[in-house]
């Protein structure tokens, strides 16, 4: 079973608080995402990488960044969080880039930006 | 407009109810088609990948209408555990993996 940690389940920050979430997969998978999920919105893509210390823009990237320097472990930075980045925030991993690639979600950590 | 759209619901259906979601897409270039569950509170998980034929999984059934750009999914004989948040999922090939999530279709089944 492919298993996919997200490092919370909550978290309430402040307005200019640096945020870490992290991430860890245990399936070796090349690729890793981060989403966020607001009601009405569905799932947006912020950020994904590839392999190893690449990472590429998804749909909404601003005020966030990425780190992965290792295969298994991905993380998502808020440099300085702010109130409308109060959200779900969604880890993903998949195995390859084929467009019938199943991606494996972890549980989600529900942040709270005051 | 939205990249996939779906019906938000609430659909509240007794149990063993017929029960069908609809969804459509903007991108004809959208090459791969899956519907993902998604309980309360949890993460989404793929129910099931849509075929231009059309497929089936026990009580659940996909269909694809590439002309149409659009998805369904069936469920017959609705269980209470059926109860969830279904969501659409297109994939355009850019280089990567691409999902484009539509914002899901809430069920409630009662007994």
């Known amino acids: 079973d492919v298993k996919v940690t997200q490092s919370s389940r909550y978290l309430v920050k402040r307005t200019g608080e640096k945020v870490f979430l992290e991430c860890v997969q245990d399936?070796?998978?090349?690729?890793m995402f981060w989403y966020r999920q607001d009601p009405g919105l569905g799932l947006r893509l912020i950020y994904f990488?590839?392999?190893?210390?690449?990472?590429e823009k998804g749909d909404i990237p601003e005020g966030y960044s990425v780190s992965r320097e290792k295969k298994e472990r991905f993380s998502l930075i808020l440099e300085s969080a702010s109130t409308n980045q109060t959200s779900m925030y969604l880890c993903?991993?998949?195995?390859?880039?084929?467009?019938?690639?199943?991606?494996?979600f972890g549980p989600g950590t529900r942040l709270l930006v005051l | 407009r939205k990249e996939v759209e779906q019906d938000p619901g609430p659909f509240n259906v007794p149990e063993g109810a017929t029960v069908a979601f609809n969804c459509t897409y903007s991108n004809s270039a959208s090459q791969s088609f899956f519907w993902y569950r998604q309980d309360c509170r949890k993460e989404p998980k793929l129910l099931m990948s849509?075929?231009?034929s059309g497929n089936e999984d026990g009580r659940f059934t996909a269909q694809l209408n590439r002309a149409s750009q659009y998805i369904s999914l069936l469920i017959r004989d609705s269980k209470l555990s059926d109860s969830a948040t279904y969501l659409c999922v297109v994939t355009v090939s850019g280089g990567y993996n691409k999902l484009i999530f539509g914002a899901g279709t809430r069920l409630a089944v009662h007994p």
């Open positions: 399936m070796d998978h090349e690729n």
């Open positions: 849509v075929y231009s």
């Open positions: 990488s590839y392999d190893v210390k690449m990472k």
């Open positions: 993903a991993s998949s195995l390859g880039t084929g467009v019938a690639e199943t991606q494996y």
